[in-house]
């Protein structure tokens, strides 16, 4: 094992660590290390270093190979010594400067001045002080093995919590032992279709995040679209799709364009299901953010077999704190830990004992009753502002979430998208959202999110947002 000469504080004001290797004569490792201590600038130009009676005495080394290994490097040019004066780093003696490593991916794009894009909460918002009053109680009542090796499945307290809140809070039937803990919903994704627990082709909506349709075609999932209109996704499709065993739905507010899937629709779901032997995906996503309604409750508690439910804190807490799970079947509680592997590398144990703290304390729902009631008084801003300044455009899916669809006229969503992007606005246009393959009409219009902006940014932000929609309604084509 290597030598260590482990303090320097005396002589040059800071620690600093020599390895000794075993490898040819103790001067030899002696001179090599402090070579590589000059040349990394551990030791900087005219650093002093300690008598070679002191450093000999530290390292267990004889006086004469102390003495030896300085006078080499001072022959070297590495070290000057002076009568009286000690003997100190050369000033020639520059540090190696670092490489500069190119850059892997491109530079992000400055920040817009106006963030109207969807699927962010209000950063702002963040319950700061009752988030470290959990964290506070949650480290302090933790047994010390929770800070060993994670358990892959999440911490017991977190699914404990878990269960009993989506049982009460979203009509979810579960156990904790049916709970698997994860980092989001993509993380989801990916342990369900990259560990192949699952397999393709998985039927989703014509219209959702891109981003999961990429994360599903890197597993090698081919994705099949299903027609959406007011009532949400077309389930009854589902029967005339062959070889498709699994279906991705947000029934609760269908993403992007807003509405709640229709009770006979979900129950065709669940059908559909129990007769192929196939699995409802259901993505609740923004469930608890609801404002003319009462609350729509889970499709999993129609069938806990058959549906296997996935949700997170992206949207009632924060995307950073990387905290999301599963409710699953029975059956695949196995092959999901397996896809996992034996130790917890994604959800850190502080965050999950909190958040099992934040839910059991109440915290949780006392913030999530505080953002709706935010959330919907900018909502109702946003539509009291287009009534006002844009009458002619229609605000749709407003009746829950975190953002609104705007109706454009035929023809011109690009230009108005454009438009945002030299105003500096971030949003984005409903066809970011299209699938590939769908066949259904692509109405054009914006999806807006009106949750991230500061509260005294908000209304600039919708100011700027009607000065690039379209003054006027274009004029509709006579029939034929």
């Not at 060993?148 to 009460?168: I, N, S, T, V």
């Not at 996704?233 to 807003?258: C, I, K, M, S, Y």
């Amino acid at each position: 094992m290597a030598d260590s000469w482990a303090n320097l504080a005396q002589r040059l004001g800071s620690d600093l660590h020599l390895e000794l290797s075993r490898a040819g004569g103790r001067r030899s490792a002696l001179t090599s290390a402090l070579r590589e201590a000059v040349r990394d600038g551990r030791l900087p130009a005219g650093a002093l270093l300690p008598p070679y009676r002191s450093l000999a005495a530290d390292l267990g080394l004889a006086r004469n190979t102390v003495a030896a290994a300085y006078a080499e490097l001072v022959a070297e040019g590495w070290l000057v010594a002076r009568q009286g004066a000690g003997t100190r780093v050369a000033p020639r003696a520059d540090p190696v400067r670092a490489a500069r490593v190119p850059r892997q991916t491109p530079a992000r794009p400055a920040p817009a001045v106006h963030q109207l894009r969807q699927g962010q909460p209000d950063a702002a918002s963040f319950p700061r002080a009752a988030w470290l009053a959990s964290a506070r109680r949650a480290l302090n009542a933790a047994p010390n093995e929770a800070f060993g090796p994670g358990d892959p499945q999440g911490r017991p307290e977190l699914r404990r919590a878990l269960a009993g809140y989506l049982a009460r809070a979203r009509g979810v039937r579960t156990t904790p032992e049916r709970i698997v803990v994860c980092s989001g919903f993509a993380h989801a994704l990916r342990l369900l279709f990259g560990g192949r627990v699952l397999r393709g082709p998985l039927a989703v909506e014509s219209y959702g995040l891109p981003f999961h349709r990429a994360v599903l075609a890197a597993a090698g999932v081919r994705t099949v679209a299903l027609t959406i209109d007011a009532d949400g996704a077309r389930t009854d499709e589902l029967t005339g799709l062959a070889g498709v065993r699994a279906a991705l739905l947000t029934p609760a507010h269908q993403f992007p364009t807003g509405g709640p899937l229709h009770p006979r629709r979900r129950l065709a779901a669940v059908r559909w299901a129990e007769a192929r032997d196939a699995l409802v995906l259901e993505d609740d996503y923004d469930g608890e953010f609801r404002y003319d309604r009462e609350p729509v409750g889970a499709v999993q508690g129609l069938d806990p077999e058959r549906v296997v439910y996935l949700g997170s804190v992206s949207k009632s807490l924060s995307p950073a704190l990387r905290l999301g799970w599963m409710v699953l079947p029975e059956r695949l509680v196995g092959p999901v830990l397996a896809a996992k592997g034996e130790r917890e590398a994604w959800a850190g144990v502080t965050d999950q004992l909190t958040l099992a703290d934040f839910l059991d304390s109440g915290r949780y729902d006392r913030h999530v009753r505080r953002m709706r009631q935010r959330y919907r008084a900018r909502r109702d801003r946003l539509v009291a502002t287009l009534a006002a300044h844009a009458p002619h455009v229609t605000p749709t899916g407003v009746a829950a979430g975190l953002h609104a669809v705007l109706r454009l006229p035929p023809g011109t969503e690009r230009q108005v998208v454009a438009a945002a992007a030299r105003q500096s606005i971030a949003l984005d246009g409903l066809a970011d959202f299209r699938h590939p393959a769908t066949t259904m009409p692509a109405p054009d219009g914006l999806v807006v999110g009106y949750a991230t902006p500061s509260e005294y940014g908000y209304g600039p932000a919708l100011e700027a947002l009607c000065r690039i929609l379209p003054a006027t309604a274009l004029p509709r084509t006579p029939p034929g």
